[in-house]
C-alpha cells in the first residue's frame, strides 16, 4: 500500500493567485493550470485575455511537468535534433510539452503536483510559473 502526497484544491488556488499576481505585474494576461501528481487537472483559469488557444497549452505543460516529473524547458532543451530526445514532443499523442512555462511542484523532496503557464513567451510564462510555486512554497511556512 502506498501513500501519495498531492496537491489539493486549497494548494491550487494559491498556486494560481501567486501565477495571476505575476502575471498581473508583467501585463501578460495568462492560461494557468494545476495538475496532482498523475497529471489530472485539479484548477484552471483563463485570465480576461488569456489566449484561447493557450488553455490546452497550459494543461499539457502542467500534465507534463507533474506527470513526468520535469520542467517543460528542460524537455525542450534534449529534444532538438541529434540530442538523446529528439521527438519526444510528439509522445503521449502529442500531450508532452517541450515548451518553457510548465513547472513539477516539489515538497520534501517529492513531485506532488503541476503548474503550467502560457500566453506569453517561454520565458514569461516560466516566470510566471515560477511565481506560483514561491506564493505556494512560502504558503506552507
Same mark, same amino acid.
Given at each position: 500500500?502506498?501513500?501519495?502526497?498531492?496537491?489539493?484544491?486549497?494548494?491550487?488556488?494559491?498556486?494560481?493567485?501567486?501565477?495571476?499576481?505575476?502575471?498581473?505585474?508583467?501585463?501578460?494576461?495568462?492560461?494557468?493550470?494545476?495538475?496532482?501528481?498523475?497529471?489530472?487537472?485539479?484548477?484552471?483559469?483563463?485570465?480576461?485575455?488569456?489566449?484561447?488557444? /493557450?488553455?490546452?497549452?497550459?494543461?499539457?505543460?502542467?500534465?507534463?511537468?507533474?506527470?513526468?516529473?520535469?520542467?517543460?524547458?528542460?524537455?525542450?532543451?534534449? /529534444?532538438?535534433?541529434?540530442?538523446?530526445?529528439?521527438?519526444?514532443? /510528439?509522445?503521449?499523442?502529442?500531450?508532452?510539452?517541450?515548451?518553457?512555462?510548465?513547472?513539477?511542484?516539489?515538497?520534501?523532496?517529492?513531485?506532488?503536483?503541476?503548474?503550467?503557464? /502560457?500566453?506569453?513567451?517561454?520565458?514569461?510564462?516560466?516566470?510566471?510559473?515560477?511565481?506560483?510555486?514561491?506564493?505556494?512554497?512560502?504558503?506552507?511556512?
Amino acid at each position: 500500500m502506498m501513500t501519495i502526497n498531492r496537491l489539493d484544491l486549497d494548494d491550487a488556488r494559491v498556486l494560481l493567485a501567486g501565477a495571476r499576481a505575476k502575471a498581473d505585474d508583467i501585463g501578460v494576461p495568462m492560461c494557468i493550470a494545476i495538475t496532482d501528481e498523475g497529471g489530472n487537472l485539479v484548477a484552471f483559469e483563463r485570465m480576461d485575455g488569456g489566449k484561447v488557444t /493557450s488553455i490546452t497549452i497550459a494543461i499539457d505543460k502542467s500534465f507534463t511537468a507533474s506527470g513526468a516529473r520535469k520542467a517543460t524547458h528542460e524537455y525542450g532543451e534534449v /529534444s532538438q535534433p541529434g540530442a538523446p530526445a529528439y521527438g519526444i514532443g /510528439s509522445a503521449i499523442g502529442g500531450r508532452l510539452m517541450v515548451v518553457g512555462g510548465g513547472l513539477p511542484v516539489v515538497v520534501d523532496g517529492e513531485v506532488v503536483g503541476g503548474i503550467g503557464v /502560457s500566453s506569453g513567451t517561454p520565458a514569461q510564462d516560466r516566470e510566471v510559473a515560477e511565481a506560483g510555486i514561491a506564493a505556494f512554497l512560502a504558503a506552507r511556512g
